[in-house]
Antibody, heavy 119, light 108 residues
Framework: DVQLLESGGGLARRGESLTLSCSGSGFIFGNYWLNWIRQAPGKGLEWVAN????????YYGDSVRGRFAISRDNAKKLLYLQMDSLRVDDTATYFC????????????WGQGTRVTVSS | QPVLTQPPSVSGTPGQKVTISCSGSDSNIGSNYVYWYQQFSGAAPKLLIYRNNQRPSGVPDRFTGSKAGTSGSLAISGLRAEDEAEYFC??????????FGGGTKVTV
């Protein structure tokens, strides 16, 4: 079974940095685009970023571009999200998700890790 | 503001059919697939429909997806109490972003 497990969430202050990780298993990690998607409390889903199989290409949502960086280590089967210059409105549950082959859209999701940014 | 437009809520009685719409544009739904996700309170989203109208294994055939032009739809027939959840649509946009709808809460 495909499994994705996020870690690294917690409490940060405005302007600080935090790094999230996502461990993948049950599939060939290096064969898939991967995503970070977030959900603020009581709100809808917001796509954050995605990264190509070999890490050579990545795209970002407007609200995080220039502050967040997505990366991956296929040998370790890990996906990362480096979050800098955190803002209060970055408070959300962050999900990692595998992309359906050839479509850029998520198929399998992790359980999420919560990030709270205080002022 | 979400790029894709969904009704905030729909409701129905057990056994009824409800339909959720997802309106986009030429740069997303009009040119790419529509996906649907089901999310129960406090849980992660789960893929319900992929590539407009395909169901992953384990998803009941009561759930049907379709696409016409720049809009997608999710129909739930034979509505059950266990279908009470939030449903999100998504598509790829040519601005190189994944776009989501705002979500529709289904009440049974």
């Amino acid at each position: 079974d495909v499994q994705l497990l996020e870690s690294g969430g917690g409490l940060a202050r405005r302007g600080e940095s935090l790094t999230l990780s996502c461990s993948g298993s049950g599939f060939i990690f290096g064969n898939y685009w991967l995503n970070w998607i977030r959900q603020a409390p009581g709100k809808g889903l917001e796509w954050v970023a995605n990264i190509k199989q070999d890490g050579s290409d990545m795209y970002y949502g407007d609200s995080v571009r220039g502050r967040f960086a997505i990366s991956r280590d296929n040998a370790k089967k890990l996906l990362y999200l480096q979050m800098d210059s955190l803002r209060v409105d970055d408070t959300a549950t962050y999900f990692c998700a595998r992309t359906d082959d050839g479509t850029y859209l998520p198929d399998h999701w992790g359980q999420g890790t919560r990030v709270t940014v205080s002022s | 503001q979400p790029v894709l437009t969904q009704p905030p809520s729909v409701s129905g009685t057990p056994g009824q059919k409800v339909t959720i719409s997802c309106s986009g544009s030429d740069s997303n739904i009009g040119s790419n697939y529509v996906y649907w996700y089901q999310q129960f309170s406090g849980a992660a989203p789960k893929l319900l429909i992929y590539r407009n109208n395909q169901r992953p294994s384990g998803v009941p055939d009561r759930f049907t997806g379709s696409k016409a032009g720049t809009s997608g739809s999710l129909a739930i027939s034979g509505l059950r109490a266990e279908d009470e959840a939030e449903y999100f649509c998504a598509s790829w946009d040519y601005s190189r972003t994944v776009v989501f709808g705002g979500g529709t809460k289904v009440t049974v």
